[in-house]
């Protein structure tokens, strides 16, 4: 069975800087195309920030230049580094990877992030 457990979600105050962590099990992330997706209340998951199949990295132009993800292929565990963080950053953060070998989708519980003073 598939699982992605995300942590490092919190309260930090604007311009601070939160790591956000998701650990799989049953699944093998090099394998997988791998993001982080955000979402606000009442609207639709967006993709913050990728690593799509065949490699490389993309974010979302609210967040380039702030966050950075990466992946440990040998701890199979991804990571989101936030910084220089904005209340309009303030939302419940999800992983998600997708496997290149059958298509199948997988989702993190969720985590929030609330950037306030």
């Known amino acids: 069975q598939v699982q992605l457990v995300e942590s490092g979600g919190g309260l930090v105050q604007p311009g601070g800087s939160l790591r956000l962590s998701c650990a799989g099990s049953g699944i093998d992330f090099s394998t997988n195309a791998v993001a982080w997706y955000r979402q606000y209340p009442g609207n639709a998951r967006e993709s913050v920030a990728s690593?799509?199949?065949?490699?490389?990295?993309f974010y979302h132009k609210s967040v380039k230049g702030r966050f950075t993800i990466d992946v440990d292929y040998a701890r199979n565990t991804m990571y989101l580094q936030m910084n220089s963080l904005k209340p309009e950053d303030t939302a419940v953060y999800y992983c998600?990877?997708?496997?290149?070998?059958?298509?199948?989708?997988?989702w993190g519980q969720g985590t929030q992030v609330t950037v306030s003073s």
């Open positions: 690593i799509p199949n065949g490699g490389g990295t």
């Open positions: 998600y990877a997708k496997s290149t070998l059958t298509a199948r989708m997988y």
